[in-house]
């Protein structure tokens, strides 16, 4: 049980640390997006720092919100399947 708390834990920490990273590349780039505005526009170069950044914040919303595509289910039927086997030991 205290295996799985922990495991919780770390997730929630992940998510927490992904929705942070969400917020400072909104603000950011909005920011960033607001210089090119006010000095004139033109050439819109702050699509160089949103994409390149953006490919970062996508790789962390998968290694976050499971690139395995392991579900609730998956997760109940392991530990049931751990149970079961802890049971028979």
Request: no cysteine.
């Amino acid at each position: 049980m205290a295996d799985e708390r922990e495991q919780v834990r770390k997730h929630l920490i992940a998510r927490k640390a992904f929705n942070t990273h969400l917020a400072v590349y909104a603000v950011v780039n909005a920011f960033l997006i607001l210089i090119w505005g006010v000095t004139g526009g033109g050439y819109f170069w702050p699509m160089w720092p949103l994409a390149g950044w953006g490919i970062g914040l996508a790789i962390h919303a998968w290694t976050t919100f499971g690139h395995l595509g392991v579900t609730d289910a998956d997760i109940d039927a392991e530990l049931e399947r751990r149970r079961r086997a802890a049971g028979a030991a």
